[in-house]
């Protein structure tokens, strides 16, 4: 089929940077949604919001961009945010917003009116559905894919009190709450999630068959290329698909319902293909080929051809060669691995014994990943980690930040550095004389930069002639010279040529007397 679908964003911008780009998920409609039900949350619960004071969006805004940089400054547990231990300190979070603050709005962050019967009538997930709906919505309405989709699963770590949850030994997230995504693939820096769909557990999740055409809704007659693992793919469902205009490649079980069973008769040696094709859809065939282990291809889109890898084997400089299908399954498979691995890396998720506190963290690592791959495409290639940086900053220049006044940002412990300056120069006061018992001299600094300015002018100074020297009570301890405590202290011992053809400092001197 040609591929005749309009690929790109949807949505026009008027701004181009990294909040830009997420704002097109986290927008003004869900921010009043999360505020609006996080103050009744707190306010309907007797008893533990005493002296609660109701959570501002400027609040709400800096909570997650905070939460943004938690994923970036990895730490054992959110308190050591607020530490005041010299090596593990950071100082922004006290600036902020005030350690105590936080752990409120967190404790009665909410996304639905428990008042509302009505929303029981959702599930498993009612406590998160109006946020999960809004960012379902707004990830198919935003960006359209290219030609190369790809189906799988991933799983999100939860061991909290979720029915739905579920057990996979051969993951290395073992228990956590399943989605299926589809993702777009095939395409540098990608992997951007067009639709996704949350396990409810079983019998409320349709079939395998089901799932697939469910991922696909809105994107059928278009003949995008899809690509999927064995956990999918089917005789039959390749054959519903293909009335949708869907072109389709991926492994297969070979003991599936209507797989030709006679090709296992034949033995294959390594490198060895054989091809079968379907009587009823001609294009369908499976390619069976042995390489450590044997692999079933099922396809809709290539013949038993191979393709050169453009590499060889390190024994005997033999030029690899794979079936075309295989070599195109390997290229195009990744959309899903590609966003769970970008996730994970910098993920603003945390250990939550409410598991739909941890739920709504995860879709936030979604949006920002997606407001990624978007600003990527169409703006300038950035890293992850920069992107994340920028819109961070980004969130506090606009949102402004939460100062206190009574957190303590300092450390309470003395710095190693504290000795590095045992051999430094200091001020002592000049010693008294037998006339003054405070006395004053002319600053060495203020006093050449004072002559140096007479100079310049063609003029010569006269005796006595302060000329802008300023009196200083001040001396460095080691140079034994006169000196003002700022800037001229520093300047004395930190430039080589400290009294240039220019006018002295105007700066007041506090110790002047």
Known sequence: FNFTGNPGLRVQMTETSPLSYFSLFFNGFLMDLILNDTNRYAENASGQSDGFQSVTLNELWVFFAMFIIIGLVQKPTLKDYWTTEFVLQTPSFGHLMPCKRFFEILRFLHFVDNRDHAQYSHGELWKIQSVLDHIHTTFKQVYIPEKNISIGESLMLNKGRLASEQYTPAKGVRFGIKFYALCESGVKRSGYIWNFLVYQGKGTTKATHQVVKGLLQGLEGKGYCLWMDRSYCSPNLFSELQHLQFEMCGTVMPNIKNMPQDLLKNKLKKGEVEPWVSDTERKMQVVRWMDKREIFMLTTMH?????????????????????????????????????????????????????YIKFFFHLMDMCIFNAYVLYDKMEEQTTHYQFRLSLWNEILQKWKAVVSSKEKTSSTKDPPTRLEAQNGHYLIPIPPTEKKTNPCRWCRVCSARAKAAFQKKGQKRKAGQRGGARDTRYMCDRCKVPLCVTPCHKIYHTELNYAPSQSPPETSSAESM
Do not use: F
């Open 303 to 355: 013949n038993s051809s191979l393709k050169e890898t453009g590499k060889s084997h390190w024994q005997t400089a033999e030029k690899i060669k794979k079936p075309v299908c295989v070599v195109e399954y390997n290229k195009n498979i990744c959309g899903v691995h590609t966003s769970d691995q970008m996730m994970k890396t910098y993920q603003v998720m945390r250990n939550s014994r409410k598991w």
